[in-house]
T-cell receptor, first 112, second 111 residues
Framework: AAGVIQSPRHLIKEKRETATLKCYPI?????VYWYQQGPGQDPQFLIS???????DKGSIPDRFSAQQFSDYHSELNMSSLELGDSALYFC???????????FGPGTRLTVT | KQEVTQIPAALSVPEGENLVLNCSFT??????LQWFRQDPGKGLTSLLL?????REQTSGRLNASLDKSSGRSTLYIAASQPGDSATYLC??????????FGAGTRLFVKA
């Protein structure tokens, strides 16, 4: 069965650079969630999209933005990167609001 | 504001034991609760989802229950195996598309 795809899987950036993470949800899933997981921490909700519209925001810095495109894939754009942005970034999708979330393998971002 | 707490933070058991992981949440207006497994440095694997209208779900050796009135969910693992060693996370979905995770329970099953 198709799963959530995230790219890239690993990314190394320097401070003050920008990064773009991509997420391709499971086909026919209309809801996408983004999470940030720091070392030894639980995943923190960043932002979600439903039918290409932003549906909720969590602890997402103003330096980050995201959108969902017409084909339902989503991108998380991160600017002015800081050392503290180093983390695993997960994308999850679900077939409808409140349904089971399926997580992608994550993108490991390292900021040096 | 929804808060999710997991107890214990870590657990080490011999192979074959039955064990219970606990998850508590502060907002009873929870829409659903999902249990995940995470191996070190890896993604999250969904184990069980319990809708607010349900009381429990079962999958193989796993059974999860939900008691909204007391704000608690438990994950029961029967006949634990070394391959069950991982971090187990519960996550509460309170509507509004927001999911709150607990800090997880790190489980180690000794052969």
């Amino acid at each position: 069965a198709a799963g959530v795809i995230q790219s890239p899987r690993h990314l190394i950036k320097e401070k003050r650079e920008t990064a773009t993470l991509k997420c391709y949800p499971i086909p026919r899933h209309d809801t996408v969630y983004w999470y940030q997981q720091g070392p030894g921490q639980d995943p923190q909700f960043l932002i979600s999209f439903y039918e290409k519209m932003q549906s909720d925001k969590g602890s997402i810095p103003d330096r980050f933005s995201a959108q969902q495109f017409s084909d339902y894939h989503s991108e998380l754009n991160m600017s002015s990167l800081e050392l503290g942005d180093s983390a695993l970034y997960f994308c999850a999708s679900s077939p409808r609001t409140g349904a089971e979330q399926y997580f992608g393998p994550g993108t490991r971002l390292t900021v040096t | 504001k929804q808060e999710v707490t997991q107890i214990p933070a870590a657990l080490s058991v011999p192979e074959g034991e039955n064990l219970v992981l606990n998850c508590s949440f502060t907002d009873s207006a929870i829409y659903n609760l999902q249990w995940f497994r995470q191996d070190p440095g890896k993604g999250l694997t969904s184990l069980l989802l319990i809708q607010s209208s349900q009381r429990e779900q079962t999958s193989g050796r796993l059974n999860a229950s939900l008691d909204k009135s007391s704000g608690r969910s438990t994950l029961y693992i029967a006949a634990s195996q070394p391959g069950d060693s991982a971090t187990y996370l519960c996550a509460g979905y309170t509507g509004g598309f927001k999911t709150i995770f607990g800090a997880g329970t790190r489980l180690f099953v000794k052969a």
